[in-house]
């Protein structure tokens, strides 16, 4: 297959992952918000947000692969690395306001279940994701990818700091996991307004 006939079939390849990443994070929004609101976790609401991030990510690539044109990576580029950096900004004095004021949150078996199913998509994708942007050629799909694998990892961290206030009671590791949200927001943010 040549590679003008090939690029159309990345580029829909490309195109596809980000609507199931969009889809999935929609209905993942709307899943963690309730299972924070109801467990008044700063963790859940933490991911919640980031999949918020991960949308607003996924909707960039999308405007950037259909358009195509080089000053369209750098501005997709500088816009995700600000979301990330807003997104660490309001975790962290979620995080630290919670901390300070000794909220314990409850139990969220709903919010247990979906992080342990959103970690496996997301690396899914991540992985889809990244091998289809080197294939392109495409900076903003392979620096999504790695967005969308902080994802999941991020889901672990959360999913580790929710069970063991659930399983030990340990209130304080909800928060905990929250700030390390923080940092992979802060890591990401700056990589993505440097390479933009």
Do not use: C
């Amino acid at each position: 297959m040549s590679t003008t006939s090939t690029r159309p079939s990345l580029l829909r390849l490309g195109l596809q992952l980000e609507a199931a990443t969009l889809g999935w994070n929609v209905v993942g929004t709307v899943v963690l918000l309730i299972a924070a609101l109801s467990a008044r976790s700063v963790a859940l609401a933490g991911f919640g947000l980031d999949s918020l991030i991960e949308i607003f990510a996924s909707i960039v690539v999308v405007w950037q692969l259909r358009g195509g044109r080089p000053e369209r990576e750098r501005v997709a580029l500088r816009l995700i690395g600000i979301a990330f950096l807003l997104l660490a900004l309001y975790i962290s004095a979620q995080s630290v306001y919670t901390l300070v004021a000794g909220a314990h949150p409850r139990h969220s078996l709903l919010g247990l279940a979906w992080l342990t199913v959103t970690a496996a998509v997301m690396f899914a994708l991540a992985f889809g994701k990244g091998r289809n942007g080197r294939a392109l050629g495409n900076r903003v799909l392979e620096t999504e990818s790695r967005v969308t694998f902080i994802d999941g990892g991020l889901g672990v961290a959360v999913l580790v700091g929710v069970l063991l206030n659930t399983v030990a009671g340990w209130w304080w590791a909800d928060p905990l996991a929250g700030l390390v949200i923080v940092f992979y927001g802060l890591k990401e943010g700056s990589a993505a307004l440097r390479s933009g």
